[in-house]
């Protein structure tokens, strides 16, 4: 079991930035995927962004090329850097870990308000 603590979020105007903060209470080399998911008002949680042990990424085609995940093991801690923010960005994100025959571990969410 892995416990995640998300921090980050906030309010940002249109095109500005953020970054999220995921810390995990163990090594990131034991946990097989950190991934980064949001979940807007009335719509399903969507995976947005995923980091593996291997260090491979990957990010949804809805964020290519303006989110970016990244890990400092030395911090457990996963990190999402989200640039050219936009409205439908808003919403609540969460961090997942998932561990090899393991349920999947969530934090609490950070909210995310892109608006003007």
């Known amino acids: 079991q892995v416990q995640l603590v998300e921090s980050g979020g906030g309010l940002v105007q249109p095109g500005g930035s953020l970054r999220l903060s995921c810390a995990a209470s163990?090594?990131?080399?034991?946990?097989?995927?950190m991934g980064w998911y949001r979940q807007a008002p009335g719509k399903q949680r969507e995976l947005v962004a995923t980091?593996?042990?291997?260090?491979?990424?990957d990010v949804a085609d809805s964020v290519k090329g303006r989110f970016t995940i990244s890990r400092d093991y030395n911090k457990n801690t996963v990190y999402l850097q989200m640039n050219s923010l936009k409205p439908e960005d808003t919403g609540v994100y969460y961090c997942?870990?998932?561990?090899?025959?393991?349920?999947?571990?969530w934090g609490q969410g950070t909210q995310v308000t892109v608006s003007s």
């Open positions: 997942n870990a998932r561990i090899l025959h393991n349920p999947p571990d």
């Open positions: 163990r090594s990131l080399l034991s946990i097989n995927i």
């Open positions: 980091l593996t042990s291997s260090g491979n990424t």
